[in-house]
Structures are given as structure tokens and as C-alpha cells.
């Protein structure tokens, strides 16, 4: 049987611990080439049903067959790229029936090709890249880190929150949202939710003045992070590449990518274009940077490349471009305690399987 699981399944099953803990096998597997991945691919055309919007079929896969499984992540989405206070900012649109999204992960065992299970990315997503950054802090961030900056507000900056802090006993948060009420509404109901005081900062600088950690979580297409900002012993990351400079990544003294290339493959219909700005001139960032030389954090985990070496470095870590990899990582846990808790809905594998050669 094949098992289907919601986005409330998950939030029941798995937590944010269990998923850093996986990538962190999974990142050492790697490094050792007990797995493989495709970039992941973007195809691209014009919307027939939002004016200035595009549409956008994206796909990701990876296998870990040390966990005995693969994943494909497929991702239809309408998007548009408003500008909203400073920043140009990239708009998924909820266009499917009930407003809603579209997103699934299909997860296959290695041992025998079957379908294991059907579920959406929409709680998966964020904590794969939330669980992503907090291991790279684990390696970069200097011992003892007690404060952190967040930039952002959206569900990205949430799953970044509550992430970080189970690598570092944090005691001092900031947040900043260019939305002075977003940022409010944000350190009031995080600061409940999770029984710390979250401190709301008019400005960027405010934020990450003598902060030991600066997440950056937005979903800006246009550079964010300053070259001023950095400080002895700081640790700056980011979750996509318009986020930060190539000036910025350069004045750090140890940087570290996910993967060593920057972009999707990209491929475009007639008259479908992405907006216009430094922050998505990838390719140019990737070759002021040497992204192609930079260790990975596989490297890091894996003790191939040293990250860190004293409390005074600057260090930067580039999580700009997911990984089909971590979903099969995380889907393997999550199914596992799916089946073990009897959580799910079951349809028979034979509807997604055949007889036939394909």
C-alpha cells in the first residue's frame, strides 16, 4: 500500500530536531557519495490567468539509498513579483480551487521502485531549509552564540526561529520586517508561542548590531545584507541568492555553500522573463564568489573542510538553492513514523504501479 499523509500528519509526526538530525546523516552520506541528486529544474511560460504573472513547473529529486529511499519534489505554481516596501519580492499565488497551492513530494524505495508515499511540501519545505541553516551554524557559528537576528516575517523566518535554537541556546532574538505591523505581529505571537522574548527593530542595523547570528529569511529578489553589518565573529546566512552580495560573502573569512552552483536550470516559453535585478544575476554572483571552489556543506559536516576555526572569523553560509536530496533524507523519517504510528491514508500501490515495461 501506498501511503498519502497531510500537511497536519506531518506537523504531528516529525519535529524539527529529527529533521536536522537526518540532513546531518544524510550531508556525512554525501560527502562520501552514498547519494546523488539533479539541479533542480524551473520550466517557465507566460500565465493565461494572472495578468503580469508567470507559470512555473518546478522539480527537484534526489536518492539516499544509505535510508532506502528517493524523492522527487514537484512544485505548479503561479507567481508574481510585486514591490513591496523596499524590495522587489517573489508572490506565489493560491490559484488552484480553494485558493490553494501545489506542491508534493513523491517518495520511492530504492530496494524495489514502488511508491511509498504521496504527501505536500508545504511543511516539509520550510523545515528542510530551516533544519539546513541551523546545521550550517552548528559547524559555523561561533561556541556559545546568544543572539540572533531575523530578517523577515514570513513562514520561512518562523521555521528559521524555532530551528536555531535547538543548536544554540539563544537568549537575546530580533527581528525586522520592512511592515512595521508585520514585524510587531510577529515578535508578539513567536514570543507566546514559543515562551521568549522577541524584540521587534525599526531598523536593519538595529537588528543585527553585535548580533552573533543573522538569518536572513525573506523572500526579497533584491539584495538585502550590507557589507557594514558584519562584525568580528559573526555568522550570516542566507536562504536564497538575491538575499546577499558578493561584497558581503567576500569580507567574510570562511564562506560555505549548500551546493556549488547557484541557479535552476532554467527554461523559458515565449515572452516569460524574470524580472530584471543584481539580486537574480546569479552567474555574476557565482564568479565574484567562486562558487564552483567553495566547500559545501557536506564538507563542512563531513570534516572535509575545516568551517570554523576561531570565535573571531566571519563566516557566511549561501542556502540558495534546495536539494531534491533533503526531502528523500526527511521523507524517510517522516515515513517511517507514519507507518509505526498507523497515521495516513492508504491506496493500493497497484494504482501507481504496472505491468507493462515503461
Known amino acids: 500500500m501506498t501511503l498519502i499523509l497531510n500537511n497536519q500528519d506531518i506537523r504531528d509526526l516529525i519535529t524539527i ?3 536536522i538530525d537526518v540532513l546531518e546523516f544524510a550531508y556525512k552520506e554525501l560527502a ?3 547519494g546523488a541528486l539533479r539541479r533542480r529544474s524551473d520550466t517557465i511560460v507566460t500565465s493565461d490567468t494572472v495578468p503580469d504573472a508567470i507559470y512555473s513547473l518546478k522539480s527537484m529529486d534526489g536518492v539516499a539509498p544509505s535510508l532506502g529511499v528517493s ?7 503561479i507567481i508574481t513579483h510585486p514591490r513591496v516596501g523596499e524590495n522587489i519580492r517573489r508572490v506565489k499565488i493560491p490559484a488552484a480551487p480553494g485558493e490553494r497551492y501545489t506542491g508534493l513530494v513523491l517518495l520511492f524505495s530504492t530496494e524495489t521502485g ?3 508515499a504521496i504527501f505536500p511540501d508545504g511543511e516539509i519545505q520550510p523545515m528542510r531549509v530551516a533544519g539546513t541553516t541551523a546545521l550550517a551554524a552548528k559547524f559555523l557559528a561561533k561556541k556559545g552564540s546568544r543572539s540572533v537576528a531575523l530578517i523577515g516575517t514570513g513562514w520561512q523566518a518562523q521555521a528559521q526561529l524555532r530551528a536555531i535554537d535547538t543548536i544554540h541556546n539563544i537568549a537575546d532574538y530580533r527581528v525586522y520586517s520592512t511592515q512595521k505591523e508585520n514585524r510587531d505581529r510577529f515578535a508578539m505571537e513567536w514570543s507566546e508561542r514559543l515562551g521568549i522574548q522577541i524584540r521587534p527593530c525599526d531598523t536593519t542595523v538595529e537588528a543585527v548590531r553585535h548580533a552573533d547570528i ?3 529569511a525573506t523572500n526579497s529578489i533584491e539584495h538585502v545584507a550590507h557589507e557594514d553589518w558584519l562584525e568580528d565573529g559573526m555568522h550570516i546566512s542566507s536562504i536564497k541568492s538575491p538575499e546577499i552580495s558578493a561584497e558581503v560573502i567576500n569580507k567574510c573569512d570562511v564562506a560555505v555553500c549548500h551546493v556549488p552552483h547557484g541557479r535552476p536550470t532554467l527554461q523559458f516559453g515565449k515572452d516569460a522573463k524574470l524580472p530584471d535585478t543584481d539580486g537574480l544575476d546569479v552567474d555574476s554572483l557565482a564568479r565574484q564568489i567562486g562558487l564552483e571552489d567553495m566547500p559545501t556543506l557536506a564538507d563542512i559536516v563531513s570534516g572535509k573542510s ?6 573571531d572569523q566571519k563566516t557566511c553560509f549561501l542556502n540558495i538553492l534546495g536539494l531534491g536530496y533533503q526531502f528523500a533524507a526527511v521523507g524517510s523519517i517522516l515515513y517511517k513514523k507514519a507507518r509505526d504510528a498507523g497515521i495516513g491514508n492508504e491506496i493500493p500501490t497497484e494504482w501507481l504501479t504496472q505491468v507493462e515495461v515503461p
Do not use: H, M
Open 71 to 77: 524523492a522527487i519534489r514537484l512544485n505548479s505554481d
Open 32 to 34: 562520501k557519495g552514498r
Open 114 to 116: 514502488e511508491p511509498l
Open 214 to 216: 543573522v538569518l536572513l
Open 306 to 311: 575545516p568551517g570554523r576555526t576561531s570565535d
Open 17 to 19: 530536531g529529527e529533521v
